[in-house]
């Protein structure tokens, strides 16, 4: 059974780590643009190009070069620490250059164009503030407890960005929103730099001595990226049978529902200790999961269907949680950053195929078909995972470069410092 851990472990112990509420602040900061984006950028393209099938093309390519490069992008900082601020300037000027383009309207192969190329830029901010948490952790209990407020307040951004971008824009335009972020950009970024400089050199990314190897071929890995893309599949899958289900306003607040449950489940997760070995932990929410959008199908009805959504997320902020710890257990020191982008770009490839086959789906069957499906995805995933994920190596190299010990479960008290 879980039971509480508190003294060191604490959130507000871990906020008090030295340079901890710096950095998470700047990060905080600079994720809010990515929190505001997607609504202004599709409608500063439509009011570019006057097409929104223009725009949503735009839009989606967009999404689609930031996610396959995002680990890309993660490897050049991690191995060249400077590029962090390349890579902010280059995004923050072509946001700035689209934002203008859109607002006078130059040719729509022009500002289409920008918004694809300005998809090859976004700095890695998620998985960088995941890695910098490893480092300024003492031992495995405050590293659950940050990585679960990092996750939180994340999920927390991404549920709140839409609604405030779309009641900027409502108050200014889509272009000038666009402008608004650009200017996030350059203020989170610059912060998070500064506070980088400020951190000793333990904390901060340094160049490896010798390239790492490539943290798709660590052991137990990519059965984990396959546990992340199957819940994300599953909750697109779920949110397209809502719409198509109950319409669109029913849809939105079950679709909220959906980040409270991750929000509240993953503090929840982060402030007990967990007798589980941490390399089977996420088994326990990737198998859970099914059963929650079974429901909606077997009990065919909206408030079902908002227990199995709040469920749901519980579940899905807790399989992120585990799989970004599993980070510092799996992947060596040189290829977290890039190991935590392969996650985001796993979710993000899940949820662009799920909405996909979403609709494909609710064409032909219907949506009780559609929750049914989603269950069973995920139930497969889960069970075909679970072999490798069981026999992932339980050894953690020390960040000191010292012999790997075995990595055991810290003893139920309350840790020191």
Known sequence: MPSPDRGSASYRAVLALPHARTLFAAAMLARLCYGLLSLPLLLALREGTGSYTVAGAATGLFGLVSAFLGP???????????????????????????????ATHLPTPLSAGLAVLTGVFPPPVGPLMRTLWGKLTRDEAQRQRA??????????????????????VSLSSAPAVLMMCSTLVITGFALLATALRRTPASVRATTPT???????????FTPLLAL????????????????????????????????????????????????????????V????????????????????????????????DVLLITAYQLV????????????????NTAYN???????????VLIDRSGPPAAFTVTAGLLAACALLCAP???????????????????????PHQTPAG
């Open 72 to 102: 890309v992008r993660a490897r050049l900082v991690e191995r060249r620490p400077a590029a962090l601020m390349v890579l902010t300037v280059c995004y923050a000027l072509l946001l700035s250059a689209l934002a203008a383009a859109c």
């Open 147 to 168: 990585l679960s407020l990092d996750t939180a307040a994340e999920s927390t951004v991404f549920a709140i960005g839409p609604v405030l971008g779309g009641l900027l």
């Open 210 to 220: 010798a390239r790492p190897r490539s943290p798709l071929r660590a052991a137990g």
């Open 228 to 283: 992340v893309l199957a819940a994300a599949t599953a909750l697109s899958l779920c949110e397209v049978a809502l719409l198509a289900a109950w319409g669109t306003l029913t849809a939105g607040v079950l679709t909220t529902l959906f980040s409270i449950g991750g929000v509240l489940g993953g503090l929840l997760y982060g402030r007990r200790h967990w007798h589980t070995d941490l390399t089977r932990r996420p088994l």
């Open 285 to 316: 929410p990737a198998a859970f999961a099914p059963l929650c959008y079974l429901l909606p199908a077997v009990a065919y009805a909206p408030p079902a269907a908002g227990i199995a959504l709040l469920l749901a997320g519980a579940c899905t």
């Open 328 to 343: 510092d257990r799996l992947v060596p020191e040189g290829a977290r950053t890039e190991a935590g982008a392969w996650i």
């Open 349 to 359: 490839l899940g949820a662009a195929l799920g909405t996909a086959a979403g609709g």
């Open 388 to 410: 490798r994920m069981l026999r992932a190596p339980t050894t953690k190299a020390s960040a000191t470069g010292h012999r790997p010990t075995p990595d055991r479960e810290p």
